[in-house]
Nanobody
Framework: QVQLVESGGGLVQPGGSLRLSCAAS??????MGWFRQAPGRQRDLVGI???????TYGDSAKGRFTISRDNAKNTIDLQMSNLKPEDTAVYYC?????????WGRGTQVTVSS
């Protein structure tokens, strides 16, 4: 069993920056990433590391968001810059361990003036 705990969400003005962190408890974690879900919309990829450690970003994140991972600590961070109102969403941490997928509870990010 793996538990994911996110932190770092909040309210930020347009053009601002925010950093989210996620810590995973458990073992044999392979992929880790971030997704987000805005009200009334599907959950979309923000960024994810594959089993080789190569990152892939969703279209909305390219050029503005960066993910980083500490394999020894089983943590993944999401650095977001130049935030826009359309980035407002609940951000979820994700990981895969063995054949199972796990999700965090999510952390709210609101971009508004």
């Amino acid at each position: 069993q793996v538990q994911l705990v996110e932190s770092g969400g909040g309210l930020v003005q347009p053009g601002g920056s925010l950093r989210l962190s996620c810590a995973a408890s458990g073992s044999e974690i392979s992929t880790m990433g971030w997704f987000r879900q805005a009200p009334g919309r599907q959950r979309d990829l923000v960024g994810i590391f594959n089993i080789r450690g190569t990152p892939t970003y969703g279209d909305s994140a390219k050029g503005r968001f960066t993910i980083s991972r500490d394999n020894a600590k089983n943590t993944i961070d999401l650095q977001m810059s130049n935030l826009k109102p359309e980035d407002t969403a609940v951000y979820y941490c994700y990981c895969r361990a063995n054949i199972y997928q796990y999700w965090g509870r999510g952390t709210q990010v609101t971009v508004s003036s």
